[in-house]
């Protein structure tokens, strides 16, 4: 059976086709980014104008690279929320539009629900050697995005959410520390990097205390962060000590972050007496908790999954998957389907 998945919550527009619930024949993502840049952060306005422009070009190019009839399409799923609504609607009313031309059934997926899919797609579009992994039944879920941080509790039956940022989300602070430092958006990657250069020595910063085992709070790290940066900056005599200072900064900041990610998830696994953990969403891409998680699940004897770095990031491979699972499960969306800004996760 072939899906045709559609997605544009945010700043990507991006369509893709499954062949079966796993099988990627292709996956095309056109992001916004260079037009986001320059406001460093997203624009909404920015974000579904591109959208508009983009999704008949993208969803040809996806029908051309998968290589399939446009007419064996049998489902069509589409991220319905959440997301920016601007954005949404765009994805929402082309999904419904190809569906009832097609004939097919349409399903509304939950973007965040899709990411902790992404580490079991294969296919050689993805771009690296496809691991013939399957999904287990029982995990720990971890969405680690630049809108959410949430922990999830997946018994094979139902999912029970069992944690999330009170304020922001992780993705969020990488954004926030790096523009306060001067060094552009998006954060993550280039903190990610710089990280790798820095002393985590310099400066330590504490895990917040919480009520909630399994919640997170990095708006206070970013804030440490702002202090330190602003103390420490002006004494700096040369580019050179400046530069030194951003990396050691960034160093302290990824080893915090990437710890309280990864201590509060093996809790959990570790409650739960789950084996394995799933790991989705943009800051799934962080090189330091790939392996900080990976080596720390394999001490308890655990796995942990993460995606392929073509899927790290918002993609409609990701929703064709979910939407093939809520088609087999019998849900079929009404053509009179509204976009939805928010929506609760595995209702
Ligand atoms: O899931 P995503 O593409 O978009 C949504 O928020 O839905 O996530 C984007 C977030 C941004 O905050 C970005 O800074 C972060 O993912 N990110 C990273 C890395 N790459 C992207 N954070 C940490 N390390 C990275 N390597
Ligand atoms: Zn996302």
Request: net charge positive.
């Given at each position: 059976m072939l899906i045709l998945g559609i997605e544009t919550s945010c700043d990507e527009t991006s369509c893709a086709v499954l062949k079966g619930r796993d099988r990627v024949l292709s996956n095309v993502v056109s992001s916004s980014l260079f037009r986001q840049r320059p406001f460093g952060g997203i624009v909404p306005e920015i974000a579904s104008r591109h959208c508009l422009e983009q999704i008949d070009v993208v969803f040809r190019e996806a029908m051309r690279a998968a290589k399939v009839r446009l007419s064996d399409i049998r489902l069509v799923a589409v991220t319905q929320g959440p997301g920016l609504i601007g954005s949404l609607l765009v994805g929402v009313s082309f999904a419904k539009m190809l569906a009832l031309r097609l004939g097919v059934p349409c399903v509304g997926v939950n973007h965040l629900e899709a990411?902790?899919?992404?580490?079991?797609l294969k296919g050689k579009c993805l771009g690296e050697i496809p691991k013939p992994l399957t999904r287990p039944e029982r995990f720990v879920g971890l969405l680690v995005s630049g809108g959410h941080t949430i922990l999830t509790w997946h018994d094979g039956r139902r999912v029970k959410r069992m944690g999330e940022t009170v304020d922001d989300a992780a993705g969020e602070a990488y954004d926030k520390v790096a523009k306060l430092m001067g060094l552009g958006y998006p954060g993550g990657p280039v903190i990610d990097r710089l990280a790798r250069e820095g002393d985590p020595g310099r400066v330590r910063f504490t895990m917040p205390k919480q009520d909630?085992?399994?919640?997170?709070?990095?708006?206070?790290?970013?804030?440490?962060?702002?202090?330190?940066?602003?103390?420490?900056a002006p004494q700096c005599k040369t580019a050179r000590a400046?530069?030194?200072?951003?990396?050691?900064?960034?160093a302290g900041f990824q080893e915090a972050v990437v710890d309280w990610l990864v201590r509060k998830t093996l809790a959990l696994a570790?409650?739960?007496?789950?084996?394995?953990?799933?790991?989705?969403?943009?800051?799934?891409?962080?090189r330091a908790l790939r392996e900080k998680m990976t080596a720390e699940a394999a001490n308890e004897g655990n796995r942990a999954f993460f995606p392929p770095f073509s899927l790290t990031g918002d993609n409609a491979a990701m929703i064709a998957c979910r939407g093939y699972d809520l088609f087999r499960a019998g849900k079929r969306s009404p053509l009179n389907m509204a976009a939805a800004a928010s929506l609760p996760l595995f209702a």
């Open positions: 990411h902790l899919e992404t580490p079991f909630h085992p399994y919640d997170f709070s990095f708006s206070g790290i970013k804030t440490a962060v702002l202090y330190f940066y602003q103390k420490h400046l530069d030194q200072l951003r990396r050691d900064i960034a570790k409650e739960k007496r789950a084996s394995d953990i799933v790991v989705g969403g943009g800051v799934s891409a962080n």
